[in-house]
DNA sequence: ATAGGGTTAG
């Protein structure tokens, strides 16, 4: 009966209870897929159900459109709603559901409108269901706003006490970033914590780069007695990626081991990229080798990893045969590929490459323009560059602005540091970083009025120098350092450390770069020794990513021990 | 009657 064909003229003889089975088994069996739901959909209408088991029928199609294996479907979500006359809570969630998966922002603000046509409606009333599908849908944008109309209404309709609303507000605040809201919510819940919140928590924690609470909470989980899985390793091995800790991130993909747990496409891929961004990058493709199968993240993150490690050969091949393989590259894919080609100057292959993803219709991303502005740059192709900038189809941005300006600063060209400093300043008139860069810039210059000129804007606009920071992992503690802050405990053997560190490499015979960074030199012979490090080495440590400014002493120290390693 | 939290690459 559930296998075969069932005619009209069998259906309209069969009892009520049978032909739901019969429906519920064809929808069943043809999941995923909206192709085959379609189908399922037009034997359906062929079979000329009775008009309440006809309902029934369209909300089980409804749920499975909705469903996160079916593939983006909220239209064809939308157009089997309509079709119902009176459409259930079941119905209204379904749709709901469907809506998250929609591109941009559409699903937050479709989601309260559907909530409120629910509510206008007066009955069905929303059910805990509602709301955790609706939450969900606000997650993904995510929209913060839109979450908060639903947790007052949560909490006005007496829902919030259940676990699924629960995690779908911490995990609404956790995905904002506002994890201080998430671990209110956390630490309300009531009775024992379930391993989805733990993971929504630590996830947030990781999130915004707090990887001693990310790590703490972890700890504090176990002793909870509630088994990790999968998930919750992603954002824990992905908190160790964020902080650069190696030694950490070892034990924890010790313990996944030890665990048992599943290393799946996603934790593989967190593990790549924790790898890739420790400075193991071997550990990184062994990871990759090992997968069963890769996606378009996890090339990417392969790709990326290889790039900032200078590797460019190695990762312009991996680039090849992930397009011999049929994996769709995406724009983060072509940071990996364009970032590579300009850590060694191959302009007409970056150039390439550029045409090659406008060839597969990828729309190039903020990111994917900065590859390229970069790539110019550093090959001095100052005309090159400006025009590519002035030529780009999204307004630049400060960070694409900010390398002109930098690259431009040694050369004679007035226009192009001209245009890139107006249009630093009118983007981000509160950046201190911008308005030591440009006096900097007029200061090597001699043009002191414009010196000043820098220093009175900057008391108009109430801009303050803040100090970069760094952080070194030790022994499981992320140890954060400010510039020329003295209060950590252990500064003096720091610095008695780093000046020991100096002296060997001089005795060593290194290039005078490292040295010179190691004590206490002007910003722009820090700036140039970083170059020259990149260039060398690749930058793969996170400490040293920022600007020369933002560096302290301690992100040099872990340089430094890199190299004796 | 029918369903449900958390994760990944820049």
């Not at 964020?242 to 030694?247: E, H």
């Amino acid at each position: 009966m559930h296998h075969q064909q069932l005619k009209p003229a069998e259906a309209a003889s069969l009892p009520r209870h049978l032909l739901e089975a019969h429906v519920v088994a064809l929808v069943r069996r043809c999941c995923p897929g909206l192709l085959a739901l379609r189908a399922a959909h037009a034997r359906l209408i062929r079979l000329r159900l009775p008009r309440l088991t006809a309902a029934f029928a369209l909300s089980k199609l409804l749920a499975s459109s909705s469903s996160s294996s079916c593939g983006a479907a909220p239209s064809y979500a939308r157009n089997l709603f309509d079709q119902i006359p009176e459409p259930t809570a079941f119905c209204y969630n379904s749709l709901i559901r469907a809506l998250s998966s929609a591109a941009g922002v559409a699903p937050a603000a479709d989601t309260v409108l559907v909530y409120r046509r629910m509510l206008r409606a007066g009955s069905p009333l929303p059910n805990s269901f509602t709301l955790a599908f609706a939450l969900k849908a606000c997650s993904v944008v995510p929209a913060l706003g839109e979450g908060r109309q639903l947790h007052s209404q949560a909490f006005r309709r007496g829902l919030e006490p259940s676990p699924y609303v629960q995690t779908g507000l911490l995990n609404l605040y956790a995905k904002c970033e506002e994890v201080a809201l998430a671990r209110t919510v956390f630490d309300g819940m009531v009775g024992d914590k379930n391993l989805a919140a733990w993971s929504a928590m630590i996830g947030g924690y990781s999130r915004v780069g707090m990887v001693n609470e990310a790590l703490g909470l972890f700890r504090e989980m176990q002793a909870a007695d509630v088994n990790p899985d999968e998930v919750t390793m992603v954002s824990v091995i992905s908190a160790c990626a964020k902080a650069g800790a190696l030694d950490l991130g070892r034990w924890v993909h010790a313990f996944i081991d030890r665990k048992g747990i599943t290393v799946d496409l996603e934790l593989s891929t967190a593990l790549i990229d924790m790898y890739a961004k420790c400075g193991l990058i071997e550990r990184a493709k062994g990871v990759f080798d090992a997968m069963a199968e890769r996606d378009t993240k996890a090339w990417s993150a392969m790709i990326v990893g290889l790039a900032i490690h200078g590797l460019v050969e190695v990762a312009l091949k991996l680039f090849s045969r992930m397009l011999e393989l049929k994996v769709r590259p995406n724009n983060v894919t072509f940071i990996g590929v364009l970032s590579a080609c300009a850590h060694s100057g191959l302009v007409n292959e970056g150039r390439r490459y550029w045409s090659t993803m406008q060839e597969l219709g990828i729309k190039p991303s903020m990111e994917n323009y900065g590859c390229m502005v970069d790539l110019f740059c550093r090959s001095s192709l100052l005309d090159e560059a400006y025009s590519f900038v002035t030529g780009m189809a999204i307004p630049p941005n400060s960070v694409i602005w900010r390398t002109l300006l930098v690259a431009s600063k040694n050369s004679n060209r007035f226009d192009i540091v001209q245009s890139a400093s107006k249009k630093l300043l009118e983007l981000e008139p509160c950046n201190p970083e911008n308005y030591v860069l440009l006096s900097n810039l007029y200061a090597s210059n001699s043009q002191w009025d414009r010196v000043s000129y820098m220093r009175k804007k900057m008391k108009e606009n109430n801009v303050n120098v803040v100090a970069g920071c760094s952080s070194i992992e030790i022994n499981g503690y992320l140890h954060k350092f400010v510039v020329s802050d003295d209060s950590h405990p252990e500064i003096k053997e720091i610095r008695l450390l780093l000046r020991e560190i100096a002296d060997r490499v001089v005795r060593a015979g290194h290039k005078p770069w490292t040295a010179a960074v190691l004590h206490d030199v002007g910003e722009e012979e820090k700036e140039v020794a970083l170059c020259e490090h990149s260039e060398r080495h690749g930058s793969w440590l996170p400490a040293l990513t920022g600007n020369a400014t933002t560096m302290s002493i301690v992100g040099v120290y872990s340089t430094a021990r890199q190299i004796f390693r």
